[in-house]
């Protein structure tokens, strides 16, 4: 009996140690699969989304850059537990966010140059166009340089009449703000264009920037250049009535006299020396050849602007084909109205700043800043080879 007890006991602490062993072996297995289950789908994920043919996904319509933005989130679910998302909500998520970072650079340049062809009767850009590999943005063709508060953007929306024409909606302000951002980041600020079209830029701080015609060399030495000037003691008070629309409440006297000598005007006053045409257009000529320069009057586009886009149209080799029929003047606001399509019942007017009325100011005043830039004026005359007769 005694032999038979302790064989007994044996047999139970050997089959307690078995079992206590199995349940480990099992545990360590379990461990082992499931890390070996985990990684293995990672590797599968991270191959076929890195490593498949450029092609969308059949399964889940992923273009590669989907596959960009989705490869990122997976390696964020690879080190955040927290995150639940299902492999189907996740794709919706992923693609919806990599469209919209595809959309937002080309959204507005091509609402403006598709704008720009419903104008002349055309419904947007032909399909065979957005396919085509001609169909890119390009740098542009053509600046307006300036100058402000002279007729740039009406000069601008002249321009879009055109079918050969097509233009980014903002000012850009490339060469005189955002300069280090470099020619690529210009040139997706465009609108996509055919070979035919011309890419226009407006942005009329360029002419008083000094550093900007050289720039502009830098990036084409062959591209033509528009200026718009108008009588600066107009264009002074025009400025200056801008400013008192943003809320400013110093008056012109103020703006643009001296300080130290209150009958004297202030040469270095901002909106004094912007009129200084002569000094600012001597750079202009120390970077480009006059023929490539086009001097437009303001006053004219207000008053001939049929003629004024004639000579525009001609200095672009563009055919004439805004003429008088796409004009029709507004006598209350004493401004120009266009025409999108010659046959079209209603013309469209420029927003409500064109044509603002210009408050009173002291014939003193005027009279100072007309004897201040008369020199300038026939120094500008001179250079440009035209007398615009600014009093």
Known sequence: MGTTFRLSSKHRIYNI?????????????????????????????????????????????????????????????????????????????????????????????????EDSNERHGKKGLKRGHKRSPDFVKRLPQAIIIGVKKSGTRALLEYLRLHPKIVAPGPEVHFFDKSYEEGLNWYRKQMPRSTPEQVTVEKSPSYFITEEVPQRIHDMSSTV?????????????????????????????????????DPGAVDPESYIVKIGLYAK?????????????????????????????????????????????DYFFFNETKGFPCLKRDPHEAVPKCLDGSKGRHHPDVNPEILEKLRRFYKPYNEQFYKLVNVNFHWR
């Open 17 to 113: 140690a078995c079992r206590m062993d199995l349940k480990n072996m099992i545990w360590r297995f379990r461990r082992k699969a499931l890390f070996a289950g985990v990684s293995c789908f990672i590797f599968l994920i991270f191959y076929v989304e890195t490593y498949t043919d450029s092609k969308p996904s059949h399964k889940h319509g992923l273009s590669p850059s989907e596959r960009l933005v989705y490869n990122r989130r997976i390696s964020d679910l690879r080190f955040n537990s927290s995150i639940e998302l299902g492999w189907d909500e996740l794709l919706d998520r992923q693609r919806s966010k990599s469209r919209l970072v595809q959309g937002a650079e080309t959204v507005s340049s091509s609402l403006d140059s």
């Open 224 to 260: 033509k250049l528009l200026l718009v000037v108008r009588d600066p003691v107009q264009r002074a008070i025009s400025d200056h009535t801008q400013s008192l629309s943003k809320g400013k409440t110093r008056t012109l006297e103020q703006r643009i006299m001296k300080e130290t």
């Open 280 to 324: 600012h257009f001597r750079r202009w000529l120390d970077s480009f050849p006059r023929s490539q320069i086009l001097v437009v009057s303001g006053e004219d586009l207000v008053t001939k602007p049929a003629d004024v886009m004639a000579d525009v149209q001609e200095f672009l080799n563009l055919e004439k084909i805004v003429n008088e």
